[in-house]
Nanobody, 123 residues
């Protein structure tokens, strides 16, 4: 199985940018679709973005389309999430996930998870 570790979170003002990274270990991530989810206090974990194994397919939540970009570098065993024009409502813990199908928006259908990284956007 693959272990995932996120980094890159922090505190940023509204309109700012952050880049999250997720490094896999124990197994290559090339065998998996990769995704980003987030969970705000008191809310359910929600889908943010995902990318297929072949990079042929990418999916975004409507709330982040045009602002966030997911990418992967299998040689580096890394998936990234570039977040631009951040809004206070983007504040959450962001989780990296690995799974079999990129188009699964249900967190329960993803197999492996990182510990999460906090993103806080101030107004």
């Amino acid at each position: 199985q693959v272990q995932l570790e996120e980094s890159g979170g922090g505190l940023v003002q509204a309109g700012g940018s952050l880049r999250l990274s997720c490094v896999g270990s124990g197994q290559t991530i090339s065998a998996y679709a990769m995704g980003w989810f987030r969970q705000a206090p008191g809310k359910k974990r929600e889908f943010v973005a995902s990318i297929s194994r072949s990079v042929s397919f990418i999916s975004y939540a409507d709330s982040v389309k045009g602002r966030f970009a997911i990418s992967r570098d299998d040689a580096a065993n890394t998936v990234s999430l570039q977040m631009n024009n951040l809004k206070p409502e983007d504040t959450a813990v962001y989780y990296c996930a690995a799974g079999r199908m990129y188009n699964n928006k249900d967190p329960g259908l993803w197999n492996f998870w990182g510990q999460g990284t906090q993103v806080t956007v101030s107004s």
